[in-house]
């Protein structure tokens, strides 16, 4: 008979024993804090679906940068909402030298050196019809000539000063060809973070009113590259051919929703893991948190911490500075 010897809730009675039993913990070391950068000055464009999250100029993104450096935020993670003046059907403003997100790239390390700077590599904030890649007559994404496309725009950010390129299009074999290119042109320390298990999810929708995207895409979707929801499997061998290739991080996106395949990931290759915490679930923990309906802060750090339980070494989160500040008390 175990009852009454073993008692589970002795150990929860008292804070002290909780904290000691405690197996994961949330800390600012495992946060990457998100942005979006514009063209102009003094500019912080609201982008109504994810209230509190704004699209900022050059000037007001090197504030956020010193906010994370002092709260001891690691690493940024970058995205372009660029005009639409400079959409293109073949992109080519992706890897301009003097383009936003090169500018800011610049601006960025020069005044935080110590800051690391993830920079998104994939088409979509700069193509006029939406997708993450080029296409064909039909509307198909071809593989081959993205990934062409992808490298142009991988060498650009190295040479910004980016300290990881992070490919989000899912292409196959752009991590193997980003990573040759790096290597041929001497950029021997630039990190691969490889979007690997990147779902093909109704998370994103906000995301793409932040890039601009959501209109050029229209009624079109992402599914003959990115993955189908109901696979896992298919997961580990994304993720195995990324390691195989070349990458120096992995990561499952979006989160909350995709735990069992950061889980298995993080078992199965023990390589460097992170999960993003995407915009739809921001919106909706905001949006419920609005409403009253849910306590934002206990939520943000409850959704957090489960992403640390599943085996995540790091997380995206459009909440890292809040999470930051209440972490520090
Ligand atoms: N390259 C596209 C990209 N990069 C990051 C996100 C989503 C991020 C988020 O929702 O927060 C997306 C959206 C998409 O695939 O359409
Ligand atoms: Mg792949």
């Known amino acids: 008979m175990t009852f009454p010897a073993v008692r589970m809730r002795r150990m929860r009675r008292d804070a002290f024993s909780r904290a000691l039993m405690r197996e994961n913990v949330l800390t600012t070391a495992d946060l990457i804090m998100v942005a979006f950068v514009v063209e102009g000055e003094g500019v912080r464009q609201p982008v109504p679906s994810m209230?509190?999250?704004?699209?900022?100029?050059?000037?007001?993104?090197?504030?956020?940068?010193?906010?994370?450096?002092?709260?001891?935020?690691?690493?940024?993670?970058?995205?372009?909402?660029?005009?639409?003046?400079?959409?293109?059907?073949?992109?080519?403003?992706?890897?301009?030298?003097?383009?936003?997100?090169?500018?800011?790239?610049?601006?960025?390390?020069?005044?935080?050196?110590?800051?690391?700077?993830?920079?998104?590599?994939?088409?979509?904030?700069?193509?006029?019809?939406g997708q993450d890649g080029l296409i064909d007559e039909t509307g198909y994404v071809m593989n081959e000539p993205t990934v062409e496309a992808l490298i142009k725009m991988s060498l650009a950010q190295a040479e910004a000063g980016m300290d990881f390129v992070a490919p989000s299009d899912m292409m196959d074999g752009r991590i193997g060809a980003i990573r040759e290119a790096l290597e041929d042109e001497g950029y021997i320390h630039t990190r691969i973070l490889a979007y690997s298990a990147k779902y093909a999810s109704s998370f994103y929708g906000p995301f793409r009113d932040a890039v601009g995207s959501s209109a050029n895409l229209g009624k079109g979707n992402k599914h003959t590259y990115q993955m189908d929801v109901g696979n896992s499997d298919e997961a580990l061998r994304e993720v195995e051919l990324d390691i195989a290739e070349g990458a120096d991080a992995v990561m499952v996106k979006p989160g909350l929703p995709y735990l069992d395949v950061v889980r298995r990931v993080k078992d199965t290759f023990g390589v460097p893991t992170f999960v993003y915490q995407v915009s739809g679930e921001y919106a909706m923990i905001k949006a419920a948190a609005q409403n009253g309906w849910l306590d934002e802060r206990a939520v943000v750090m409850e959704s957090l911490l489960a992403m640390k339980r599943a085996g995540a070494d790091a997380i995206l989160t459009y909440f890292a500075v809040d999470v930051a500040r209440w972490l520090k008390g």
């Open 51 to 129: 209230p509190g999250v704004d699209r900022l100029s050059i000037d007001e993104l090197l504030k956020l940068g010193e906010e994370c450096v002092n709260l001891g935020i690691p690493a940024l993670a970058l995205f372009p909402s660029v005009d639409g003046s400079v959409k293109t059907e073949d992109a080519r403003e992706a890897w301009n030298p003097q383009g936003l997100f090169q500018r800011a790239t610049r601006a960025l390390k020069e005044r935080f050196p110590e800051l690391g700077l993830i920079g998104d590599v994939a088409l979509d904030p700069y193509t006029t019809h």
